[in-house]
């Protein structure tokens, strides 16, 4: 038998795995402790869940069937005011984010990614052949710099995961207005900010939205997310989808539900903002309009939050964040039983 084996691709050798907030089964056995004791404030999960009428809908799910997106297809419609083909869905943003790259990046080519920020912008620029041009992000962690002229894309998140700003509009159209790049504009948080960008994709050919319903619509674990995006974006997008856009027909039965009761997703991100707005002002973190909070700490990063994960709470220690350094650490917003227990154990450390 031949000892010859196929090799990996070279370009891979200068990745780092995407690092995943930590969860319950990995800190009940690290620490001894019981899963229904732990505190997870470290993912950006939604406390609240999704709308009783997603459980309703994933009873009446048939899995024997292909994924018939038509109602899911039309809530999105409805609830961006977007026209359908202007919309595409995935298997989560990340795999819209994919197929985009696939779509546009070959060998050679450059994108563009201001720092800190989602470390995924870099794994697919990478797979694509393409080379990331890192930007640091300036005072107010604002974007200091143009995209390169020889950038094929760029991508910028806003809110921005882990910092927590927002992009002003002015900010974005300068960046729309100096290159001819792909511009993905990530909006998994904008629910819980004051506006979103959105409605500049109707003016500018080269501006990609992205969204999800993991966050203020409670679904990370069914992976569902979609994208805004001029027609002739969309129409090549379709193309090169797999079928059924990789999404499944539990994913589309509890999109189409919880778009469907806008009512309790609004609930969710008015208290999820109420408590944001409580941790911030006692634990004197950067002001955010996400649901996380990005805290500078005084001492190593991991230190600090490993004294948190021996009491049961769980928050994401940002090293592992190209560019956040080594002493910032992301905390999201949880319930307020959940955030006392933070604050408890934040007044014990800090003491």
Request: aromatic share 10%; glycine share 6%; hydrophobic share 40%.
């Amino acid at each position: 038998m031949s000892s010859s084996r196929q090799s990996a691709r070279e370009s891979l050798k200068r990745l780092r795995p995407y690092v995943a907030g930590k969860g319950f089964t990995e800190i009940s056995r690290r620490y001894g402790l019981d899963p229904a004791d732990i505190v997870k404030l470290g993912s950006n999960e939604n406390p609240y869940g999704p709308s009783p009428k997603v459980f309703e809908a994933l009873q009446n799910v048939s899995p024997e069937r292909y994924p018939e997106p038509e109602e899911l297809m039309e809530g999105l419609a409805r609830y961006t005011g977007s026209p359908e083909e202007m919309l595409v869905i995935g298997a989560g943003m990340d795999w819209v984010m994919d197929t985009l790259t696939r779509l546009f990046l070959e060998k050679g080519d450059r994108t563009f990614i201001p720092t800190p920020t989602f470390s995924y912008y870099e794994i697919l620029t990478v797979l694509a052949g393409a080379e990331p041009v890192f930007s640091p992000l300036g005072p107010d962690f604002r974007i200091q710099e143009t995209v390169p002229k020889e950038a094929k894309m760029a991508f910028i998140c806003s809110p921005n995961n882990p910092t927590g700003n927002a992009l002003k509009e002015e900010e974005l159209c300068r960046l729309l207005e100096t290159t001819e790049a792909i511009v993905f504009l990530d909006e998994a948080y904008v629910e819980f900010a004051e506006r979103s960008l959105a409605e500049l994709v109707s003016r500018y050919e080269n501006l990609v939205v992205g969204r999800t319903l993991s966050k203020a619509f409670g679904l990370a674990g069914m992976r569902l997310g979609y994208a805004l995006m001029p027609e002739w974006i969309a129409q090549e997008f379709c193309r090169a989808a797999p079928p059924f856009f990789g999404i499944s027909s539990a994913s589309v039965a509890a999109g189409a539900a919880a778009l469907a009761d806008l009512d309790f997703m609004n609930e969710s991100v008015r208290k999820i903002r109420m408590e944001r707005s409580r941790l911030q002002k006692e634990i004197r973190s950067y002001p955010s309009q996400a649901n996380f909070l990005y805290l500078k700490t005084e001492e190593a990063s991991d230190s600090f939050a490993e004294k948190f994960l021996q009491k049961g709470i769980i928050i994401r220690d940002c090293r592992s964040f190209r560019g956040a350094g080594e002493n910032h650490v992301r905390v999201t917003v949880g319930t307020p039983e959940e955030n006392d227990r933070f604050l408890a154990a934040f007044r014990e450390i800090r003491r």
